[in-house]
């Protein structure tokens, strides 16, 4: 009886982990179509490895490449060396400021994911 008893626990815990993971997913935030390439290609590395952990800066609504140019200097036109966004981005540029992101567990971005947000910061115009 026991032994059903915690077979059934670990089951709804299971479950309950699996229907978590899937509404993170649908939850995954759209970017605005009507934006440029180099914007869509950083939302996705943003949206993929950074945006989950930063509900409470709201980016996931950030879907516009104006969001991001924030008064605290996230994104600044035309230089990704001194977007806070890539100085806190591990190995991505700059000069590193603060703990540098993706916080561990998570991986650090791979050369590919760094370039999609440098090429798109460096690609604004004034
Ligand atoms: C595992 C969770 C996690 C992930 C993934 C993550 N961050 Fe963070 N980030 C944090 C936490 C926690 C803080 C606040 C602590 C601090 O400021 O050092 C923070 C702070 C920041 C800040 C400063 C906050 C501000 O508004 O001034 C920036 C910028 C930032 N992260 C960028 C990123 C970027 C870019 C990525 C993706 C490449 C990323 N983070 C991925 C957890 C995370």
Redesign the pocket.
């Given at each position: 009886m026991m032994q059903f008893i915690v077979i059934l626990m670990a089951q709804i815990i299971l479950t309950s982990c699996f229907q978590q993971s899937n509404s993170h997913t649908k939850d995954s935030a759209q970017v605005d179509s009507s934006e440029g390439v180099a914007f869509q290609l950083a939302f996705t590395t943003?949206n993929n490895?950074?945006i989950?952990?930063?509900h409470h800066?709201h980016w996931s609504n950030y879907t516009r490449e104006a969001d991001w140019l924030t008064e605290?200097g996230?994104v600044i036109v035309g230089s990704a060396v001194d977007s806070?966004?890539v100085k806190?981005?591990h190995g991505c540029g700059g000069t590193s400021v603060?703990?540098q992101?993706?916080?561990s567990p998570?991986e650090q971005?791979t050369d590919q994911e760094c370039a999609s947000i440098t090429s798109w910061i460096n690609s604004l115009e004034q």
């Open positions: 943003l490895e950074c989950y952990c930063h800066d605290d996230l806070l966004l806190r981005i603060g703990r992101m993706p916080e998570a971005l």
